[in-house]
């Protein structure tokens, strides 16, 4: 696997079998401007240092990894660790690529960012992006999602993005996706889409990954600081997959190394209950890439369903498709309830709040430990539990014990 950076993906972003680019005929030349622009600025130092002066003096990087002695001796077995995203700035560690898309626009030219957000996590960071480099934003969202994510919409108001609300169909995500598509065709010439995660067509899954790479170079450093060796097992949760891809590649070339994504099983493994598309998906295309997707009977994208909304897709990141085809990931997934049973565990016993997100790692290295006495497991904690407090307390309380 040491040659895997330079071979994956392919020049056309394959991934394998899975990835591409499969674009409206007005977007083509628009994907291959930022593919080009992107291939030239990642080999540029003036980038690079540009880069790593916003991690360390905005960002707040490098964050920590952390090792959880109270809950490694609750669950017996093996030590666990966790590289600590949730004190990233913004809560996340979706700021990582956000932050480098902003300033690849800044290097091409453009004066405007423009995203669609489920939640309101991506857009957040996005805004957060957008006022740094003192550039316009424009985040879609469904006029159902900015009822249930009030919050954020505040949030990205307060951070100078325009927020449109989107009423067509069902009011979420997919709307929210097919309008932010439209309005940035209109506007391409002066605006860069951000896509928040590892999902999409070439050349993000690529460039996404890339940005996120320093997740899995710090952890791994930190890791051998602390321990003298590398850990037996790696694990993050994955929702479009891009936390994932940023500590896996740091660990991908280390065959001793398990590594494993955790999916979200929400309430039960029938289809509509879960968003797991690498565990019960086939092979199909959604938003323009080839990927493991979860279908309903017509062959359109499912519904699907967890507790974390950031974990709500049916399709997943092609690099984590390839990676499963290819051996080299394990993926498992975790229900609600395994999750929230985490979320109160690491509060508790650590004094850390995690995302709801986060917590399927954590549930899988708890589930995992105990039959691995004298090993290691290094889980992602992609982001804080802060946007998740209210809902899990007004629904479930405060835990049982
Ligand atoms: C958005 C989000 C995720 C899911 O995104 P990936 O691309 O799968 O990493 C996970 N954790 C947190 C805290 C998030 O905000």
């Not at 964050?63 to 017996?76: A, H, I, K």
């Not at 995660?197 to 952890?219: L, N």
């Not at 968003?275 to 998906?281: E, H, P």
Request: charged share 20%; glycine share 12%; hydrophobic share 40%.
């Amino acid at each position: 696997m040491e040659q895997y950076f330079k071979t994956t993906p392919t020049r056309d972003g394959y991934f394998g079998e899975y990835g591409g680019a499969m674009l409206p005929p007005p977007l083509v030349p628009h994907f291959e401007e930022i593919a080009a622009a992107y291939d030239k600025l990642s080999k540029s130092a003036e980038y690079m240092n540009d880069l790593r002066y916003i991690r360390k003096h905005f960002q707040g990087r490098p964050t920590p990894v952390s090792y959880l002695r109270n809950l490694s001796e609750r669950c017996g077995g093996a030590q666990i660790y966790a590289k600590r995203e949730d004190l990233n700035h913004t809560g996340a560690h979706k700021l990582n690529h956000c932050m480098a898309e902003g300033l690849l626009a800044r290097y091409m030219g453009k004066t405007k960012l423009i995203a669609e957000t489920g939640a309101g996590q991506h857009g957040v960071a996005l805004a957060t992006a957008a006022a740094y480099f003192g550039m316009e934003c424009e985040i879609h969202m469904g006029a159902v999602d900015m009822v249930k994510e009030a919050p954020n919409v505040v949030r990205m108001q307060l951070l100078g993005a325009t927020v449109v609300e989107v009423t067509e169909g069902a009011a979420t995500l997919k709307e929210a996706v097919d309008s932010a598509f439209g309005s940035y065709i209109a506007q391409a010439d002066k605006a860069l889409f951000g896509i928040g995660s590892v999902v999409g067509p070439h050349p993000f899954p690529m460039m996404v990954r890339d940005f996120q790479k320093i997740v899995g170079i710090e952890a791994r450093e930190q890791f051998l600081e602390m321990t003298g060796e590398l850990p037996d097992v790696v694990a993050a949760c994955v929702g479009g997959g891009s936390n994932a891809m940023g500590l896996f590649s740091g660990f991908i070339a280390d065959a001793g190394v398990e590594i494993f994504g955790v999916e979200p099983l929400g309430t039960s493994p029938k289809l509509g209950d879960h968003a797991a598309s690498l565990t019960y998906g086939q092979d199909g295309d959604i938003h323009g890439f080839h990927t493991k997707v979860l279908l309903d009977e017509e062959g359109n994208p499912a519904p699907v369903n967890t507790l974390a909304s950031g974990l709500d897709y049916p399709g997943v990141g092609p690099e984590h498709a390839h990676l499963q085809k290819i051996g080299r990931v394990n993926y498992q997934a975790a229900d609600d309830k395994e999750a929230l049973a985490a979320f109160y565990d690491l509060s508790r016993y650590e004094g850390i709040i995690p995302a709801l997100e986060s917590a399927h790692a954590l549930a899988f290295a708890m589930r995992e430990a105990p039959s691995r006495p004298g090993q290691s497991i290094l889980i992602n904690l992609s982001g804080r539990g802060d946007k998740d407090l209210d809902y899990v307390v007004e629904t479930y309380g405060f835990g049982n014990d």
